[in-house]
């Protein structure tokens, strides 16, 4: 079903894939740019059947932090740019139309926020002002006359944003709108604004121009709106002939998540369900849907008509094509890492320019195209980690003829256990990409292979690249010979451990993600739970306490204040929430003095205290292993260091300074 054309409309969609609107960050005055249109150009050559872009601001104040903007008519040349590249590419193109309310950051260049009520934002911590009436309606024709630019562009399609907990989602919610007027105070006065800016844009672009509404069918706030309410908002949405209903769930504040590593693929497509069962008009899924495979269930199982597909594309541009090719294997698929978001909402001194860790040419698609050789070269690449891997990908694209050596008896390196820990179990996707696509490009991999200086030699390389990775430190803490310590890369990798108690020393991303995956040891499977609450066989409270008690009662300590800093702010507040959820202490700004067989003797504060441990577990960084490369560098003329081996540091470093090192070659 999945390239099955479909008529959303008065549009026919030659599949039903939509990549849609995602904040980039490529435009630094909300006008369109060269690199903007190279992204969308990009993916619409990828074969989606409908790109949306934007949110794109529908007033002055939206234009921050590098979003695209339609509020003015002197910005419709550079979108009628975009419209027409995309076009060129087989593609539909339309357009959001975006106001942030109380989630506006617009504060930060001395703009001013409004929203439905004075109530302050969990996300920026900033308190807006409560529109008027009339702002309210100045409002509203702010987006008509977007609608009405976006037409004049080129646009197939307009959809507007009710999700996330933007503007229209901060009208229809109680706990954002506390107005008494006729904006507020009932569900039918709360729909009000939603459902006038709709008639607005309809009037605007006239009966037969193609509307879409982005909706949020849950906000999973406490006392927030549910599909429930989003259902009823859905059937007025369709009476005033709006065309497709794209949905998602969630918002920015919400503590549940929506996108990260752990949300299970395709886990929000029962929204999308419930708003379809309401509704006559195509529905799209959203969020987790970075397989084909996956796609075709939802569409197969009748959950939806379409589905959007947003990070699956930023991973692989090429996702549509090389799923209607056949090929689902060698798509490289969004891992749910939250590099990406962590842009969009990061310092904005970094740069709000949205990258993808595991493809370095997302957003930079001119400047990092892959050139081919001017001569083919041999390329030996010692180590099969993510930085050897991805160099391989490149040199052989170039034209080189690539092996790998690894000493191991599988590629992936340490990022093999980085899959281990719970909710990163689809990290391990990225090392099957590269194990499915170096096959297809025809790089020779040999495995338990260990290099040396004269195996090296007798390879007659014309350039090596070491890879070698990087090895765990040991803690320089007193410890008594009966003490039981294991180092965390050990115990991920399946070393057994001995409880009940179990201390943690190293509360940084390793730290944190090896005290859930010993949380978790003994806790009932989803299999299980099912099987268990078809058949009834516990009160709800005993299910809830199987899932989140297991063997092990786990204790992190860390000597700085706060732990798992080192990851993700995007990701880094889900692992939190999952340790409070498994029951895991935390004691930061801790030191531990010494290591017993009982346990471990901490200082906090100038405070001892003893923490009871039957197996202590060491995560306390790791050093780059580079001996081999030091020995190499004097025999050889051209040899290379890359990934962990120059220095420990995150996946999106590692694949990025491979793909610019092998394109140099």
Not at 167 to 190: I, M, V, W
Not at 285 to 309: C, F, T, Y
Not at 374 to 402: D, F, Q, T, Y
Request: with cysteine; hydrophobic share 40%.
């Amino acid at each position: 079903m999945l390239f099955d054309p479909i008529a959303v409309g008065n549009l026919t969609l030659k599949n039903r894939i939509i990549m849609p609107a995602l904040d980039l960050g490529y435009c630094p005055d909300g006008a369109v740019t060269d690199r903007l249109i190279d992204f969308y150009t990009e993916r619409a050559r990828g074969g989606a059947g409908l790109i949306m872009v934007g949110g794109a601001a529908i007033e002055p104040t939206g234009i921050y932090r590098g979003f695209l903007s339609i509020h003015d008519d002197e910005l419709i040349p550079g979108h009628r740019l975009l419209t027409s590249s995309i076009k060129a590419e087989g593609s539909h193109i339309g357009i959001q139309l975006f106001h942030a309310g109380r989630y506006s950051f617009a504060f930060t260049k001395g703009k001013k926020v409004v929203a439905p009520s004075a109530v302050p934002s969990k996300l920026t911590g900033h308190t807006p002002q409560e529109l008027t009436v009339d702002e309210i309606q100045e409002l509203i024709s702010c987006f008509a006359d977007a609608a009405g630019r976006a037409q004049k562009a080129g646009y197939d399609m307009v959809e507007v944003i009710s999700s996330a907990g933007y503007l229209l989602n901060q009208f229809l919610s109680p706990l954002t709108n506390q107005r008494n007027d006729g904006y507020g105070g009932t569900p039918e006065k709360r729909m009000r604004f939603g459902l006038e800016v709709i008639k607005a844009i309809r009037e605007k672009v006239g009966p037969d121009f193609t509307l879409s509404v982005r909706l949020g069918a849950s906000d999973y706030i406490p006392g927030g709106n549910t599909w429930r309410e989003m259902a009823v908002f859905a059937k007025e949405l369709e009476k005033l002939s709006v065309n497709l209903l794209n949905v998602n769930g969630g918002w920015h504040e919400s503590k549940v998540p929506q996108i990260q590593a752990e949300v299970p693929r395709g886990a929000y497509a029962f929204l999308a369900a419930k708003i379809k069962s309401a509704v006559n008009i195509p529905v799209a899924a959203s969020n987790r849907i970075n397989d084909p495979r996956i796609a075709e269930k939802i569409l197969g199982d009748g959950q939806a008509d379409l589905v959007s597909v947003g990070r699956g594309f930023m991973a692989d541009p090429q996702w549509a094509v090389k799923a209607q090719a056949g090929k689902p294997q060698t798509i490289r698929k969004c891992i749910g890492c939250m590099t990406c978001l962590d842009k969009v909402f990061g310092d904005e001194s970094q740069g709000n320019d949205v990258i993808c860790a595991v493809n370095p040419q997302c957003g930079r698609e001119d400047e990092r195209s892959i050139i081919p050789a001017s001569r083919p070269r041999k390329v030996l690449i010692i180590g099969a980690g993510p930085a050897g891997l991805e160099a391989a990908r490149v040199a052989a694209l170039k034209g080189h003829n690539v092996l790998i050596w690894e000493k191991e008896d599988k590629i992936g390196g340490q990022w093999n256990i980085a899959s281990v820990p719970p909710g990163k179990g689809e990290f391990s996707s990225l090392i099957e990409y590269y194990k499915n696509i170096l096959t297809e490009l025809k790089v020779q991999i040999h495995l338990n292979t260990k290099a040396d200086i004269d195996s090296v030699k007798a390879a007659d390389p014309d350039a090596v690249l070491v890879a070698t990775g990087a090895q765990p430190l040991s803690p320089s803490i007193p410890a008594a010979g009966d003490a039981k310590i294991a180092n965390a890369w050990d115990v991920l990798k399946g070393e057994q451990v001995y409880g009940p108690d179990i201390v943690v020393i190293g509360g940084g991303a390793v730290g944190c993600e090896t005290a859930l995956y010993l949380a978790e040891k003994g806790t009932i499977d989803a299999n299980t739970l099912k099987f268990m609450m078809l058949h009834q066989m516990e009160d709800p409270d005993t299910l809830y306490d199987l899932l989140t008690r297991g063997s092990f009662r786990v204790t992190v300590v860390e000597m700085k204040k706060g732990v798992a800093m080192d990851m993700p702010k995007t990701m880094r507040w889900t692992v939190l929430k999952h340790m409070q959820t498994m029951g895991i202490k935390i004691f930061d700004q801790t030191t531990v003095k010494e290591i017993t067989p009982a346990g471990v003797k901490a200082e906090n504060n100038g405070k001892e205290t003893f923490i009871n441990a039957d197996t202590v577990v060491t995560a306390v960084g790791s050093r780059p292993e580079r001996s081999l490369y030091e020995d190499l560098k004097q025999e050889l003329s051209e040899v290379h260091l890359l990934g962990d081996a120059v220095q420990p540091s995150t996946l999106k470093n590692a694949v990025h300074s491979a793909f610019e090192l092998a394109n140099r070659l």
